[in-house]
């Protein structure tokens, strides 16, 4: 009993002296700033929680987006007993505990159980495995709420007998409102401009836009005039907040990917950007840099892996900060290149032709004939070097007799490429196509001599 008097008393401290977002927890559906895809009128979620027939789902979403009020919500509409879990504390003897009086309330009252399991991406596989019984039968209705991608996350056998909703951010107008409700409730004024800062920079936080507000009241106290100003909130906030969990490392360097290969250097630069100030680890930047100098500019500007593999040895060498400036040299150079993914197609139709079909022998001209007794087999015999033709091209067959004729690589018109193009057409290298077909002298001679290259001719 005591221990009931001392929980009331602590929750009615706590409803005037607790953080100003737990404080301003709404009670109602109706009270809910954002989310009006799930809560709107008619809405999926809405019409299950105010009709008592939510079955077992997963609410993903941001920090502050309402995850844990939803659940609350829940709890006070529901005729089902409401349990509360966090994955963060909560272990397997938790759940069976949880389990056993679910199956004692329904066995004695007929009533069902609703568990909140709050960062519910938090429980290992064995955690999810014990909640998965009683979601199967029905004997427990799971609300799971997470930060990260459940698909990721989530066991699939759990997953897979709850509805995924998704929560976005909050909304710019849907936070104002938001601000403007607790500086009513908390008879405290702020200027327009404080405001819209407040909402611009929470990052679609709720929890932390009244955070941050609750701060700058309190340095505003201490002026005769404590109206909330911009100032203010730009010390209560100190940097803009960057979101940036296991599932946005995943979804923010894919738009970095896709930006630059789309040619925008600006997207390309903020997604850059958004990487660095989360933490990102900068070799991971460096080494997709010089994938997709390969993979997505390739021979239209071979100067870009080039570019790429300099920043990402500057990163080894530099460190950050400075090697900020390399990555973004690299992106900017890679945004700004033509862009042609021949190479990618042409590594992929060489290799399906590898592995799925009888691709014939080396042709014997071409095979080794360096070692005693391959002159026996005729190997080597008939390789024309290409080095004692003048033009430093001779026309034959380097691919194996079953594949003659086959084409891989075709080059697009963009760039370096188009010069590619017109050469492999006439026979004849690209840079000889820039000077204008004549071979340059040394290729005339038959080019520099080398151990490899005397080998070779013999």
């Known amino acids: 009993m005591s221990d009931d008097l001392f929980g009331v008393a602590a929750e009615a401290a706590l409803s005037t002296s607790g953080p100003l977002a737990a404080r301003l927890r709404p009670t109602?559906?109706?009270?809910?700033?954002?989310?009006?895809?799930?809560?709107?009128?008619?809405?999926?979620?809405?019409?299950?929680?105010?009709?008592?027939?939510?079955?077992?789902?997963?609410?993903?979403?941001?920090?502050?987006?309402?995850?844990?009020?939803?659940?609350?919500?829940?709890?006070?509409?529901?005729?089902k007993h409401f349990e509360q879990l966090s994955a963060v504390t909560a272990s397997v003897a938790d759940v069976r505990a949880v389990l056993a009086g679910a199956r004692q309330r329904l066995g004695e009252r007929g009533q069902g159980t609703i568990l909140f399991l709050d960062e519910v991406h938090r429980f290992n596989k064995a955690q999810q495995d014990a909640l998965l019984p009683g979601v199967e039968s029905g004997l427990l209705v799971l609300v799971g709420a997470t930060t990260e991608n459940p698909h990721f996350?989530?066991?699939?056998?759990?997953?897979?007998?709850?509805?995924?909703?998704?929560?976005?951010?909050?909304?710019?107008?849907?936070?104002?409102?938001?601000?403007?409700?607790?500086?009513?409730v908390e008879r405290a004024s702020a200027t327009p401009e404080a405001v819209e800062l407040l909402a611009a920079r929470a990052g679609g936080d709720g929890r932390r836009a009244l955070g941050s507000l609750e701060v700058a009241m309190a340095l505003a106290s201490a002026r005769p005039d404590p109206t909330v100003v911009a100032d203010d909130v730009d010390q209560a906030l100190g940097t803009a907040s960057v979101r940036y969990g296991s599932d946005d490392h995943y979804d923010v360097v894919s738009a970095f990917i896709k930006s630059i290969r789309g040619s925008d250097v600006d997207a390309a630069l903020h997604?850059?950007?958004?990487?660095?100030?989360?933490?990102?680890?900068?070799?991971?930047?460096?080494?997709?840099?010089?994938?997709?100098?390969?993979?997505?500019?390739?021979?239209?500007?071979?100067?870009?892996?080039?570019?790429?593999?300099?920043?990402?040895?500057?990163?080894?060498?530099?460190?950050?900060?400075e090697a900020r400036l390399n990555l973004a040299h690299a992106t900017v150079h890679l945004a700004t290149a033509p862009k042609s993914n021949r190479v990618t197609v042409a590594l992929g139709a060489a290799t399906a032709d590898v592995r799925q079909r009888s691709v014939g022998e080396v042709p014997a001209h071409l095979r080794d004939g360096h070692y005693q007794g391959a002159a026996a087999l005729g190997h080597g015999r008939g390789y024309r070097y290409p080095h004692d033709d003048p033009s430093g091209w001779v026309d034959q067959q380097y691919l194996p007799d079953v594949l003659v004729g086959q084409r891989y690589y075709e080059p697009s018109p963009h760039g370096d490429e188009a010069l590619l193009s017109s050469a492999r057409r006439q026979g004849t290298s690209a840079r000889q196509r820039r000077d204008g077909g004549r071979p340059r002298d040394d290729d005339a001679r038959g080019g520099p001599a080398s151990p490899e290259g005397i080998e070779e001719r013999s």
């Open 271 to 321: 997604w850059l950007a958004r990487m660095l100030e989360a933490g990102e680890d900068p070799r991971f930047i460096a080494r997709r840099l010089v994938i997709l100098a390969s993979e997505d500019v390739g021979m239209a500007d071979s100067m870009s892996l080039v570019v790429a593999d300099a920043a990402a040895r500057a990163v080894e060498f530099v460190g950050l900060p």
């Open 153 to 184: 996350e989530v066991n699939p056998p759990l997953l897979s007998r709850s509805t995924l909703f998704r929560l976005e951010p909050i909304t710019e107008p849907a936070l104002r409102r938001l601000l403007e409700r607790a500086l009513e």
């Open 28 to 79: 109602t559906l109706d009270d809910v700033v954002g989310q009006d895809h799930l809560l709107g009128p008619d809405r999926p979620l809405r019409r299950l929680i105010e009709a008592d027939r939510l079955s077992s789902v997963i609410l993903w979403g941001p920090p502050g987006t309402g995850k844990t009020t939803i659940a609350q919500l829940c709890a006070h509409t529901t005729a």
